[in-house]
């Protein structure tokens, strides 16, 4: 079904590009890398379209909060499409930015093969495209801004041993299918989790959602009454996971990455033990800034790294998005 899906997404993404290939775009000339050929403009000469995976998330609702702020303090002329995390719905809002003609187009994506279509519809139209938080598996970027979603797996595991312990027996709920930062999360986790020692249970999908989550790990729990440690990919699934957690009465360390508001709230509280946080309103703020670098004829690196670090009882008060 998933790869039906992909198929219709490429299928009407070709039609489109033969229809948006004809919309100048105004960034490159060729739709890659930094090039003489950029037009050099002011951030308040720019029109920018960009697309979120989702605003019913507290950790993209404060990237989305960021850009709008830098772009009204820079003058840029910014909108903002929410993706309600559909892949067909994301290829549709990137369409009407390459319609519209804007200068640049700023990508959170959904799924991160389901996006390729969107962005060679711009690369078709010449118009450069940034990454955010999440990587592209096709077409071309001008940048990726994300923090280092490998790292922050190992990040996860080093810590569940540190407070579990080495034989800790973990559950870990995975996020959207095909999305970048799931793949190098659990890649990170689970290679640093064997070589520690770390014995997992189960993982299972939870697609970065706070209820699909709590109803997915009360179904864990069922089966693997002996856990020690849940590690969720996103705070929002740690959120749910700790909530099944508190429903059968059991005592399970927790561990998540993001570093959300709600989660610090949870570690002072002692329903989560730690959280690697990202910062999301900075990896915003660092895309929209490679955007007016690029039209300033700056050089605008590959990969744009945002820092990370762990949260615990410990510095809780010291770190908020």
Not at 17 to 35: E, H, K, Q, R, Y
Not at 44 to 58: A, C, D, R, W
Not at 181 to 186: A, F, K, Q, W
Request: aromatic residues 4%; charged residues 20%.
């Amino acid at each position: 079904m998933r790869n039906l899906k992909k198929i219709i997404l490429t299928a009407v993404a070709t039609a489109a590009l033969v229809t948006l290939a004809a919309c100048g775009g105004t960034g490159l000339s060729n739709g890659s890398g930094n090039n003489s050929s950029t037009s050099h403009k002011k951030p308040s000469e720019l029109k920018i379209g960009v697309s979120i995976s989702t605003t019913n998330n507290p950790y993209f609702v404060s990237m989305d909060n960021a850009i709008t702020k830098m772009a009204k303090k820079d003058g840029a002329k910014v909108t903002i499409s929410d993706a309600q995390n559909d892949s067909a719905t994301q290829l549709n809002d990137v369409q009407n930015f390459v319609s519209q003609n804007v200068d640049a187009i700023l990508i959170n994506p959904v799924d991160s093969d389901a996006v390729v279509p969107a962005i060679k519809a711009a690369n078709n139209a010449h118009i450069p495209v940034i990454c955010m938080d999440r990587g592209a598996n096709g077409g071309t970027v001008l940048a990726t801004v994300a923090s280092d979603n490998v790292k922050a797996g190992k990040m996860a595991a080093e810590a569940v041993e540190k407070y579990v312990g080495k034989d800790a027996k973990v559950l870990e709920l995975s996020g959207t299918p095909g999305a970048s930062s799931t793949i190098d999360r659990g890649n990170g986790f689970n290679s640093e989790a064997k070589s520690l020692g770390l014995s997992i249970l189960s993982s299972q999908s939870a697609n970065f959602d706070r209820t699909t989550a709590l109803n997915t790990t009360q179904n864990m729990l069922q089966s693997h009454k002996d856990v020690q440690a849940i590690f969720a990919q996103n705070d929002e699934m740690a959120l749910g996971a700790a909530k099944a957690v508190q429903s059968a009465g059991l005592k399970v360390a927790i561990f998540g990455i993001d570093g959300e508001d709600e989660t610090h709230t949870a570690i002072k509280d002692g329903t989560v033990t730690a959280t690697v946080a990202q910062q999301p309103a900075k990896i915003g703020q660092m895309a929209l800034q490679a955007t007016f670098d690029h039209f300033d004829g700056k050089k605008v690196d590959k990969t744009i790294n945002s820092p990370i670090y762990l949260i615990t009882k410990d510095n809780v008060n010291e770190h908020k998005w």
